[in-house]
């Protein structure tokens, strides 16, 4: 029997999103014949989050990094050995699909070069995507998020998420390591309903969070330089 080890990174200001997400989760993968753990991560650790029930199976955990997404999943995923597969859930996810980890766990089982499957599309998708089916409806992608499934292995050779990312682009910049790497992303369309939030409504300091993003998407680009796309080819000199 596989294991999941899901991981829901949050800043607890929206208590109702993680909630629904973590209950729609628990409720879904009751359905499927698998092993799990679901960790939810909380950047810095408050005595709202530490007393709030969030019900059975979910362990709480505090990264003590604030808004540093890639340190929670981090936190969760490479101190821990027990499982098979890596999940991270957003916490704006209704999770209500009954086959999709059954597909996934099939999909990497019959190809290990598969590096990432995510459900949400990012601005790259318009310049680099390849259809590869129809039911599901599934792209190659250099990356996407929404969740990030994956497996153990893979998440610790590439040693997870770079902590250097602060709010914004840690998933981006894993995809892009595995995609170089030589392994296929795939973003799977409509597979489940997702609650954008704004910036200025994720935290009680959005102008912190908006700056440190904004840092990053610098980051992010300065190592990943000169990007040239095609429909069908992706060329780039990372620094």
């Not at 981090?74 to 996810?93: Q, V």
């Not at 999909?107 to 259809?131: A, D, M, Q, W």
């Amino acid at each position: 029997m596989k294991k999941i080890l899901f991981a829901i990174p949050t800043l607890f200001h929206n208590k109702e999103l993680v909630v629904n997400c973590i209950d729609t989760l628990r409720t879904n993968v009751a359905k499927f014949n698998i092993e799990y753990e679901i960790y939810v991560i909380i950047n810095q650790m408050t005595d709202e989050f530490q007393s709030y029930d969030l019900g059975h199976s979910v362990t709480k955990l505090s990264s003590n990094l604030q808004f540093n997404i890639g340190k929670a999943l981090n936190t969760a995923a490479l101190s821990k050995t027990d499982y098979d597969y890596f999940c991270y859930i957003d916490e704006g996810l209704t999770i209500d699909d009954d086959t999709w980890i059954d597909y996934l766990i099939q999909l990497f089982e019959i190809n290990n070069k598969i590096g990432l499957v995510g459900c949400r599309p990012h601005s790259t998708f318009n310049n680099y995507n390849i259809k590869i089916s129809d039911t599901p409806e599934l792209y190659q992608v250099l990356w996407s998020d929404g969740i990030l499934f994956t497996t153990k292995h893979l998440m610790h050779e590439f040693n997870g998420f770079n902590e250097a990312y602060f709010g914004d682009c840690e998933m981006q910049d894993l995809g892009y390591r595995l995609h170089f790497a030589g392994y296929t992303n795939i973003y799977w369309k409509n597979l489940f309903k997702h609650k954008l939030v704004d910036y200025t409504l994720k935290s009680d300091r959005p102008n912190e969070l908006i700056r440190l993003a904004y840092m990053s998407r610098q980051l992010f680009k300065d190592t990943w330089n000169e990007i040239e796309y095609t429909k069908y080819n992706f060329k780039s000199n990372p620094s």
